[in-house]
């Protein structure tokens, strides 16, 4: 089986029904991600056992009918912790860790009797855009074995995409969970900074960092958006701003709604494809009865620059408690104290991981701290500032979620710079701690392109009903990818 | 200005002692080369001007919240020091903090 001709209120008819039980739909999706696995590489661990005897519990219970989530098995990306089941974040230097505790996520997706299938591979720590720096695997994308899914999420995106799960959990810090959604061509958001808990996920960029689903309908996505957002006494960063139902007013309809397209989000780099696509949308938005306006986002070119700073700046504070004392990787042979700390850091990063911890200490060291990391701050304020002007007038931006399709595997895992650079169309989201979406828009060579909407702090709703307005006008999600290539 | 700086090989080591890491010198090279060309990004920061500005350090519009000052069961130590890496007799074992082999005479 796949999860191509379904969606999630059908899979829940035919559970509510006994058309279908929870352990039969474990074991049929157990089975195809088993299968993919070996040519997509989308998974660094598959949780066979506990997944069948969860299935087999909630079946025992019976499928609540009010809740629409009972009995389906997602995955979920390797840096969320889920209690007694490893978690690396895709680093040696957590290559045996066992969380004693589940994120808040994983609480409310087990509330829900969402069943956990399996831990989907990244970029260690979630520190890149092509799931190539994993310490264990590289993941494959299933529209073209050759090419990377994307990043960091890439597991989540992949399996989603190859038709293994109705859906994934990801992370985005700069563009993590929308940018793999374009590669793989499926629906990805980044909600509002604060409108998910933080807690539990493996720290990278804190000011930054956001969980989002990955999905193959825009629907699909709100609904699960549903089941995990909402105030969390363990992350005072989270929001409590009353969370509405994301799957209300999803009507088709955008008239008199009005679009904002930056220039600058088709600039240089832009591949002619992906512009077109875009534009392609603007003109589909345009015939449902929006006005689409050419807008300035000025300090968008600042962005990659400010964002580097203030992420590896992040990183290198949170990744200190990577000690080889408490938990995690220690080195052999060890001298003394500081031995411990120096070796296994060395021994248990990779360079990814290193050059941001390299980068951040730098900008954050005494004689450097003004001219890096509080000017990236202050360009931070700018680029906010830039959105507020934007939004006074219009209900939500769009463009491209990346400047190319997929690249090829290999092609730009040695040079970080241009690696970085991809990611200066997601990063201002984040940097704003807006909402953000990536869905199907269009194909370029074969490779799926993305759309991305971004709209104002906790104005979810605006992206869903957007998003569905486009995925009912359009066929792109509607395509599915013939496992191949040329590989 | 300190921004116009390029870093070289003893500052990348300077920073690397700061990070608690080491590079062996094929590293240090290949390190000192890729930082400095993602400095000469960070770099292009000082052509914006930010007179006036505030930083922006958070985004949340979220205020310290605190909880009733009331003891709970959280983790239990036996199940935290399962991913000790070392352990005896309930506790963390680590190396001397003094190099031994040092001082030995």
Not at chain 1, 294 to 308: C, D, T
Not at chain 1, 385 to 409: L, M
Not at chain 2, 85 to 92: A, E, L, R, V
């Amino acid at each position: 089986m796949n999860y191509y001709d379904t969606d999630l209120t059908t899979l829940h008819e035919k559970l509510v029904n006994k058309k279908l039980t929870a352990e039969q739909l474990t074991r049929d999706t157990l089975a195809k991600i088993k299968a993919d696995n070996e040519a997509i590489n989308a998974y660094i661990t598959i949780d066979e056992n506990a997944a069948i005897e969860t299935a087999k519990a909630i079946d025992a219970k019976g499928i609540n009918p009010d809740n629409l989530w009972a009995g389906i098995p997602i995955a979920v990306k390797d840096n969320i912790v889920t209690k007694g089941l490893r978690t690396t974040a895709a680093s040696k230097i957590l290559e045996n860790f066992n969380p004693i505790y589940d994120a808040t996520v994983i609480e409310k997706l087990r509330a829900n009797d969402v069943i956990v299938i399996g831990k989907t591979n990244l970029d260690e720590f979630a520190m890149g855009g092509s799931t190539e720096t994993s310490y264990f695997k590289t993941t494959r994308n299933p529209w073209n074995l050759s090419k990377v899914p994307g990043g960091s999420s890439g597991g989540s995106a992949a399996t989603v995409s190859a038709g293994g799960v109705l859906a994934a959990l990801g992370t985005d810090t700069g563009g993590s969970i929308r940018q793999p959604a374009s590669f793989t061509g499926v629906v990805g958001v980044k909600p509002t900074y604060g409108r998910v808990s933080r807690w539990g996920i493996i720290a990278f960029g804190s000011s930054l960092d956001q969980v989002g689903p990955f999905t193959r309908t825009v629907k699909d996505n709100a609904a699960l958006l549903n089941l995990i957002a909402g105030h969390d006494e363990h992350d005072m960063t989270s929001s409590d701003k009353e969370v509405p139902d994301f799957t209300a007013g999803l009507d088709g309809s955008v008239k008199g709604m009005r679009i904002a397209l930056p220039k600058e989000y088709l600039g240089e780099g832009v591949d002619e494809n992906v512009k077109k696509a875009v534009l392609d949308a603007a003109n589909t938005f345009k015939e449902l009865g929006a006005t689409v306006d050419e807008v300035s986002l000025p300090h968008s070119k600042y962005g990659i620059a400010a964002y580097y700073i203030i992420s590896s700046s992040e990183a290198s504070s949170n990744l200190q408690r990577f000690d080889g004392i408490r938990y995690g990787f220690r080195a052999k042979d060890v001298k003394n104290l500081e031995d411990v700390y120096v070796r296994s850091r060395s021994e248990g990063f990779g360079d990814e991981v290193k050059r941001r911890i390299m980068l951040g200490t730098y900008s954050l060291s005494a004689g450097f701290y003004d001219a890096y990391f509080r000017k990236a701050a202050e360009v931070r304020t700018l680029m906010i500032n830039d959105f507020k002007k934007v939004f006074e007038d219009h209900d939500f931006i769009i463009g491209p979620t990346a400047p190319t399709p997929a690249f090829g595997i290999g092609e730009d895992s040695n040079d970080p710079k241009k690696m970085y650079m991809n990611d200066v169309l997601t990063v201002p989201v984040n940097m704003a701690g807006l909402p953000g979406m990536s869905l199907p828009a269009g194909f370029s060579n074969g490779l799926p392109v993305g759309l991305q909407i971004i709209a104002k702090p906790f104005d979810e709703q605006t992206l869903y009903k957007a998003g569905y307005a486009f995925e009912q006008a359009t066929d792109f999600h509607s395509k599915t990818p013939e496992i191949g290539g040329d590989k | 200005m300190a921004n116009e700086e390029k870093i070289d090989k003893a500052q990348v080591e300077h920073v690397a002692s700061l990070a608690k890491l080491e590079f062996n010198d094929a590293d240090l090279g290949k390190f000192t080369t890729q930082l400095a060309d993602i400095m000469g990004l960070f770099n292009t920061l000082s052509e914006v001007d930010t007179t006036g500005v505030e930083p922006t350090f958070s985004v949340t519009d979220q205020f310290n919240t605190m909880r009733e000052d009331m003891a709970v069961n959280s983790h239990e130590k036996d199940a935290l020091i399962k991913n000790a890496p070392d352990t005896q007799d309930g506790y963390i074992r680590v190396p001397a903090i003094i190099d031994e082999s040092e001082g030995a005479n």
